[in-house]
């Protein structure tokens, strides 16, 4: 069964735009990722962000993590063409933290 | 390092035929997991492994799938017998876990199966 569920499924911007991307789950988790797929390619991680932190950076990228909401955000500043790739977050799976749950996905469609 | 290899990377192969799928983990990493990716049920966790033992297999779909991890640097995943529905693209990845938390995960290729 899916943990997280990623809003919105598939998001189309310019280049130079930012791009948000939603996370939902439904249990407690122990830290929440995001990875990176490109077509046809294996996932990247990209950032964790830990229970016990609300916000976090890497570079353009800023996620965030409401505990009490049970979700997480996703934001891409001033995106490229080539960060268009599909976008996962995930949990854990269990209490001894060694699984992940990935959601679906959401698309993101950059456009120069 | 090369990374989590797998092979094949791409296996087309007929309906009652058996596939095994291969993968090679980063080598100091103690935990490996197998995914399979549909564009119909996205991607699902099918077993995974923690210093070579099975942690939980609920993932695996039915008893046509089997997973083994022999030893720290190989594991396969085989489907006996295949059925169309099994095409899809199988990953495997690997990291290093401990009891605090999961750890990120690095994910190989990929092997695209087609069972016609």
């Known amino acids: 069964s899916q943990q997280g569920e990623e809003d919105p499924q598939a998001l189309s911007i310019q280049e130079g735009e930012n791009a948000t991307m939603n996370c939902s789950y439904k249990?407690?988790?122990?830290?929440l990722q995001w990875y990176r797929q490109n077509s046809g390619r294996g996932l990247v991680h990209l950032i964790l962000?830990?229970?016990?932190?609300r916000e976090k950076h890497s570079g353009r990228l800023r996620v965030t993590l409401d505990t009490s909401k049970k979700s997480s955000s996703l934001l891409i500043t001033a995106s490229r063409a080539a960060d268009t790739a599909s976008y996962f977050c995930a949990t854990d799976a269990s209490q001894a933290g060694t699984a992940l749950i990935f959601g679906k996905g959401t698309t993101l469609s950059v456009s120069s | 390092d090369a990374g989590v290899i797998q092979s094949p990377r791409h296996e087309v192969t007929e309906m009652g035929q058996e596939v095994t799928l291969r993968c090679k983990p980063i080598s100091g990493h103690n935990s490996l997991f197998w995914y399979r990716q549909t564009m119909m049920r996205g991607l699902e966790l099918l077993i995974y492994?923690?210093?070579?033992?099975?942690?939980?297999d609920s993932g695996m779909p039915e008893d046509r799938f089997s997973a083994k991890m022999p030893n720290a640097s190989f594991s396969t995943l085989k489907i006996q017998p295949s059925e169309p529905r099994d095409s899809a693209v199988y990953f495997c990845?690997?990291?290093?876990?401990?009891?605090?938390?999961?750890?990120?995960?690095?994910f190989g290729p990929g092997t695209r199966l087609t069972v016609l």
């Open positions: 492994f923690n210093n070579n033992v099975p942690i939980d």
């Open positions: 990845a690997s990291s290093f876990a401990w009891d605090s938390g999961s750890n990120e995960q690095f």
């Open positions: 962000i830990r229970s016990n932190e």
């Open positions: 249990t407690s988790i122990n830290n």
